[in-house]
């Protein structure tokens, strides 16, 4: 390790900084949220400087560097365009053994910036000791993406209360306390933005806390479980959020849809549970509701990971109404529901100004039950999207046809949306079933039908526009 990372307490401490450019300007921005005596020296300032030393912000000394402005200086920064005046600002500073920065320089410096993630109190900083700011920036980058908005609030929320907590429990309990509140209900709460319910629940277990350190045995404090929508595969496409959640929880319980590399964004240390159903097993779903329960009850945070959106077709409005039912807290958060990502993935627009004016969401399973209008799923100007519908294609297309859809209404057949292994089929809707077949589609795949999939990526309409008979076009 090149440099030791320390925070350094500059708050009215006097601070120069050479140089009244860009570079110059965001070092000053650190140093004033920093709350440094920023002292400017520059013959020419830009613009949003000069404003802030009329605001009294910082101060300027308009004319070149000279080594008697390093009188009761703490800490030095060489921003300046001259590699020289720069140089000569860093031998200065280091005989009088003042900490100093040289953009761009890591020779010339006795200290560097790192970049920065700033959710004060809360803050990290990353380095790569000079080597490659770039690489550091881009970790930064993934950091910032881990961590939640209100992450500052958070902070400030603990740090309000770490007195009173420490009035209350001693020095074991209070560990223990900590470790709790941090994963727990309070903190997503406040993370959600409800600060008076935060506030309730944590006075409330740190009541809880303070009996049990009394009796022998304290009861675990609730867990809680999000249900979490995992995209189409991609993890790149997961949301923010459920990647912070999948940081948090203690126990994932995933099923088919989720690919490992998706797993293996959460939390190493999480048990991992395969919850995957065989098609039909209706008890899988009522062992599934169980297990939710059981594991929030025992204080776990429980990520309940499932493909696409938990409330397409996810059973995710089953199981968030058990919960409420066992009075379980909850959380949903949405994903990238397959119908998108296969239309992403295939440049298939599910709307169209001209074309399509809606799009409808199918069940496939509903093709074998008597609960769909296939008169309305069969009109033109729109676009239906079957899920699970692999296995009932020849069914599906007989009923739409049978409710007046055209044979050569155009349909596609997107496999394994946003993976590497994505397939796209296309072909008339009286063709489609026997392309699927013949193509050997495996699972997971969306049947779409309408007009817009004839829309292929230069935006020509291939079977609206050209000849589009019953051949099949793969
Ligand atoms: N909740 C999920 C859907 C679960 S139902 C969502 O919002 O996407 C399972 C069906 O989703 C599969 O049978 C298939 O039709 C579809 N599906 C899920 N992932 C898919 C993918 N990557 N590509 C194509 N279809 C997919």
Redesign the pocket.
Known sequence: MDYLPVFLRIADAPVLVVGGGRVAARKIEWLLKARARVTVVAPELLPELTERVRRGELSCLPRPFEPAQLARVRLVVAASDDPQANAAVSCAARERQIPVNVVDSAELSTFIFPAIIDRSPLVVAVSSAGAAPVLARRVREHIEALLPARLGALARFLGARRAAVAAALGALARRAFWERIVGGRAASQLLAGDEASAGRTFAAELAAARLAAGAATGQAAPGEVYLI?AG??DPDLLTLRALQLLQQADVILHDR?VPESILERARRDAERIFVGKETGDHAQQSRINDLLVELARAGKRVARL?????F???RGGEEAQVLAAHGIPYRVVP?I???L??AAGSGIPLTHRRLAHSVTFVS?HAALEDTLDWRALARTHQTVVF????AQLPRIVARLRAAGANAELPAAI??????ATERVLRAPLAAIATLALREQVA????LIVGEVTALCATGALAGILGGGGLEAVA
């Open positions: 929508g189409p595969g849809l499932k493909g696409g959106d938990p397409i077709f996810g994903g529901t397959a119908a990502g296969a496939g899920y699970m519908g692999v997107v496999a394994q949306a946003t993976l699972a997971p795949a969306l």
